[in-house]
């Protein structure tokens, strides 16, 4: 899924994400921005966040628990939810399980996620475990809200004639546990038990090692419900998401596209390039020999790096709509290797041009 922090994906316009080059289904909204600017009032006085930004295919958004985890010490944790000063005006405010959910109803997003508390990488096992139960507690908290909200009409984006659809938001628990294993487990022991539409493994890729990220999937996801979808928040690379698919995730979102694109960087079929380095400026090949995309159709990679130099927004533009392109290609060809019964070959073949990196 591409990351729509703000109610925009950084970089490239709807009509692209829409179009046959890209094709997304779905996107990602953030209820902490969301929330603080430009406020619910204004998103459910224009019908929910579909009609607010124009957009007519799937929404999921996060709960705003790990952006109010990322505030570090300028917040503060209770049983009750979490006390903060906003970023965008220095106000006091407070966000519990009730008001997230209060204000993904709102939003009208398709797909809802429960309230978490994120931990660092770093954190104890006492420590951890603490985090996992409060979670777990916040979890019933808001699907108990959710319920409440739904059966009163809260959900601005509720589809009355959906075939074989409820047309209601669905809601995702989540399991965290950081690194260890057995809180993982009870963490997702606590959230099948309570019930979710789907659910999601959170607190990864924040600064652990890649081992224990896979780990954490190689223990957890093949204990997950098998009728539900799976998602790996937060992540991640290409490779990521192909060794993910392979350990039985679903789902993805990540901002490596569209950031790494800002930042002059392409993500390629045969590994990172980035389109600052000198030994481009000559180069009329395209970003990527093996994509089909109109910026690798039309454009060399000495004329992109003329563009970055020269400071010209066109060029995030390009790299930003380059490396959607590649992800969602990337899934795309999941899939179908998925649906031939080819996976295990799509996969090693992957990864190899990743590692041969001729460039």
Sequence with gaps: MPVGTAGTVKGIRFEELESKDLDARIILGNTYHLWLRPGIDIIRNAGGLHRFIGWDRALLTDSGGFQVWSL????????????????????????????????????????????????????????????????????????NAFGELQATGA?????????????????????????????????????????????????????????????????????MPKDAPRYLMGVGTPEDLVEAVARGVDMFDCVLPTRNGRTGQAFTSRGKLNIKNAQ???????????????????????????????????????????????????????????????FPKFRREFTERLSANGE
């Design 72 to 143: 570090g010490d300028l917040r503060k944790i209770s049983e009750e939810g979490t006390e903060f000063r906003s970023h965008v005006d220095g106000s006091l405010r407070f966000l519990s399980p009730e008001v997230s959910m209060e204000v993904q109803a709102a939003l009208g997003s398709d797909i809802v996620m429960v309230f978490d508390e994120c931990t660092r990488s770093d954190a104890t096992h006492e420590e951890t475990q603490r985090s996992m139960e409060l979670t777990a507690r916040w979890a019933r908290r808001s699907k």
């Design 155 to 223: 959900d601005t984006g509720h589809v009355v004639e959906a075939e074989g659809l409820s047309g209601t938001q669905a809601l995702f628990g989540i399991i965290q546990g950081a690194g260890y294993l057995d809180l993982r487990q009870k963490s997702l022991e606590h959230t099948v038990e309570i019930g979710f539409d789907g659910y999601a493994i959170g607190g990864l890729s924040v600064g652990e090692e890649k081992s224990v990220m896979f780990g954490v999937l190689d223990e957890i996801a093949p204990r």
């Design 280 to 342: 481009w400026a000559h180069d009329g090949r395209p970003l990527d020999e093996s994509c089909g995309c109109s910026v690798c159709r039309r454009h060399s990679r000495s004329y992109l790096r003329h563009l970055y130099m020269s400071g010209e927004i066109l060029a995030s533009i390009l790299l930003t709509h380059h490396n959607l392109a590649f992800f969602l290609d990337t899934m795309r060809g999941v899939r179908q290797s998925i649906r031939s019964g080819d």
